[in-house]
């Protein structure tokens, strides 16, 4: 199985940005979809985005739409997450995973990842 590793995370001010990276050393990504997820303390944890693996095809959650980003260079072997205007109610860890298919979705059926990073913490607070 992959090993995933996120990096980018930090503190930021509300309205801020950062840009998470997603990277899989010695693993080849290109054939499948990445999902940024995250988790607050006390909740569980919700899909932020997603990402074909060709990168034709994305996914977002209602409430990061218009402000976050994901991309992927897979000449890079790296997923990444733009993240504008955070709020601080999105600090949580954020986490990188895959399910090892192509497509974010199967139809309209979500398959849970099998694979996971270790997650890189974001904290949005003055």
């Known amino acids: 199985q992959v090993q995933l590793v996120e990096s980018g995370g930090g503190l930021v001010q509300p309205g801020g940005s950062l840009r998470l990276s997603c990277a899989a050393p010695?693993?080849?990504?290109?054939?499948?979809?990445i999902g940024w997820f995250r988790q607050a303390p006390g909740k569980e944890r919700e899909e932020v985005s997603c990402?074909?693996?060709?990168?034709?095809?994305?996914l977002y959650a209602d409430s990061v739409k218009g402000r976050f980003t994901i991309s992927r260079d897979n000449a890079k072997n790296t997923v990444f997450l733009q993240m504008n205007r955070l709020k601080p109610e999105e600090t949580a860890v954020y986490y990188c995973?895959?399910?090892?298919?192509?497509?974010?979705?199967?139809?309209?059926?979500?398959?849970?990842?099998?694979?996971w990073g270790q997650g890189t913490q974001v904290t949005v607070s003055s």
């Open positions: 010695g693993f080849t990504l290109d054939y499948y979809s």
């Open positions: 990402i074909s693996s060709t990168g034709d095809s994305t």
């Open positions: 995973a895959t399910n090892y298919l192509s497509e974010c979705r199967v139809g309209t059926t979500t398959i849970p990842p099998t694979s």
